[in-house]
């Protein structure tokens, strides 16, 4: 039997709701309104996707949303400067820094000086340390966006076998901690990455399989353990192939592309109780989780004051 396709999109909108209520509370009561703000070094279009994307799901929850484009040019200090004036401005409640950046900027000191209170991408150390002690507060989108997925099937995690493919800081490292969060509750996690030996003999293993590596048909079907459960947070974009295997064109001659994960979504479906498509599983719940740290985040500034 097929397994159960776990809908990122009908989660996210739950979520949403929830968001937009508590926003309109934090308005109506406390006469607070979360602003994220955004930073844009430089020229990219991969990031006017993404900002145009917060920008919409800001205005449908309520929540306020500033974009500052900075010059190509701009130096790491100018930049950390730009950052310090923001952390101290009551008004900005949530900051988060576009990516990539400039050569000339190292990403990892600017996301370190974004004061944690308003680190809503849950990248600077301290809220890292909060997720390794167990409590995390702000916390990495889309290793929570894995999280409420794998919690939405209802299925308990204690003692679980859980194959995490992928160790970045982002995806595969936070999610690995979530899964030890608790002291009693936790799962038994497993993390493979690019210098694991024989990647199937673990995925095989897994009662839940977490995979976060950006590699199309990385995981196949036999691969798979009878009735995982399957989260993949992979994004890859390959071309549609017909029949023959050959590139379908679009009418201008270019390959047609399509969004695709890390798995091989219609033979692991054969295999798994629950399953995340690719796209509308991980991908709609991660902007979310990105509001709802905005929400978090103002919040968490009002309790401070
Ligand atoms: P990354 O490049 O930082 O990390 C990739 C990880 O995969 C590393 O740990 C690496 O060791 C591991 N890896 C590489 N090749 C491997 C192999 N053959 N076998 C086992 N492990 C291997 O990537 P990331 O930022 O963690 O993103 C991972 C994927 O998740 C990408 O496809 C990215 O687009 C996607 N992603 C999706 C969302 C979303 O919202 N859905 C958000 C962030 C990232």
Redesign the pocket.
Same mark, same amino acid.
């Given at each position: 039997m097929a397994g159960k396709i776990i809908d990122g999109k009908s989660l996210a909108a739950k979520f949403k709701e929830d968001i937009k209520r508590e926003v309109g509370q934090l308005k109506e009561k406390h006469k607070v309104t979360p602003l994220l703000t955004a930073i844009q070094v430089g020229e990219n279009p991969a990031s006017r996707v993404y900002i145009k994307n917060q920008k919409k799901s800001c205005e449908e929850m309520g929540i306020d949303y500033q974009l500052h484009e900075l010059p190509e040019a701009t130096s790491e200090e100018e930049l950390l400067q730009f950052v310090e004036k923001l952390n101290t401005d009551d008004k900005v409640t949530g900051i988060i820094l576009q990516m990539p950046l400039p050569q000339q900027i190292n990403g990892r000191r600017v996301q370190m000086a974004i004061t944690p209170m308003k680190d809503v991408e849950g990248m600077n150390p301290s809220n890292m340390g909060m997720l390794v002690y167990g409590s995390p507060r702000l916390a990495p989108c /889309?290793a929570l *966006?894995a999280m409420e997925l794998l919690n939405s099937t209802g299925v308990d995690i204690k003692g679980k076998e859980v194959t995490v &493919? $992928?160790?970045?800081e +982002? =995806? #595969?490292k936070p999610i690995t901690l979530f899964l030890l969060s608790s002291i009693l509750e936790s799962a038994t996690p497993t993390v493979?990455? +690019?210098a /694991?030996r024989d990647?199937a003999s673990h995925t095989r293993n897994a009662e839940i399989l977490i995979v *976060? =590596? $950006?590699?199309a048909g990385?995981i196949k079907g036999d691969m798979i353990k009878q009735g995982a459960i399957v989260i993949d &947070? #992979? +994004?890859?974009r390959v071309p549609v192939l017909d029949e023959k295997g050959k590139p379908v064109l679009s009418n201008e001659g270019k390959p047609k592309m399509k969004t695709v994960g890390d798995v091989v979504f219609e033979e692991a479906v054969e295999k798994a109780s629950y399953i995340t498509p690719v796209p509308g599983g &991980? $991908?709609p719940l991660?902007v979310v989780m990105l509001l709802r740290n905005t929400l978090t985040a103002c919040k968490w500034q009002r309790e401070k004051k």
């Amino acid at each position: 039997m097929a397994g159960k396709i776990i809908d990122g999109k009908s989660l996210a909108a739950k979520f949403k709701e929830d968001i937009k209520r508590e926003v309109g509370q934090l308005k109506e009561k406390h006469k607070v309104t979360p602003l994220l703000t955004a930073i844009q070094v430089g020229e990219n279009p991969a990031s006017r996707v993404y900002i145009k994307n917060q920008k919409k799901s800001c205005e449908e929850m309520g929540i306020d949303y500033q974009l500052h484009e900075l010059p190509e040019a701009t130096s790491e200090e100018e930049l950390l400067q730009f950052v310090e004036k923001l952390n101290t401005d009551d008004k900005v409640t949530g900051i988060i820094l576009q990516m990539p950046l400039p050569q000339q900027i190292n990403g990892r000191r600017v996301q370190m000086a974004i004061t944690p209170m308003k680190d809503v991408e849950g990248m600077n150390p301290s809220n890292m340390g909060m997720l390794v002690y167990g409590s995390p507060r702000l916390a990495p989108c /889309t290793a929570l *966006a894995a999280m409420e997925l794998l919690n939405s099937t209802g299925v308990d995690i204690k003692g679980k076998e859980v194959t995490v &493919v $992928g160790h970045s800081e +982002i =995806v #595969g490292k936070p999610i690995t901690l979530f899964l030890l969060s608790s002291i009693l509750e936790s799962a038994t996690p497993t993390v493979c990455h +690019i210098a /694991t030996r024989d990647l199937a003999s673990h995925t095989r293993n897994a009662e839940i399989l977490i995979v *976060a =590596v $950006g590699k199309a048909g990385l995981i196949k079907g036999d691969m798979i353990k009878q009735g995982a459960i399957v989260i993949d &947070v #992979g +994004i890859n974009r390959v071309p549609v192939l017909d029949e023959k295997g050959k590139p379908v064109l679009s009418n201008e001659g270019k390959p047609k592309m399509k969004t695709v994960g890390d798995v091989v979504f219609e033979e692991a479906v054969e295999k798994a109780s629950y399953i995340t498509p690719v796209p509308g599983g &991980v $991908g709609p719940l991660t902007v979310v989780m990105l509001l709802r740290n905005t929400l978090t985040a103002c919040k968490w500034q009002r309790e401070k004051k």
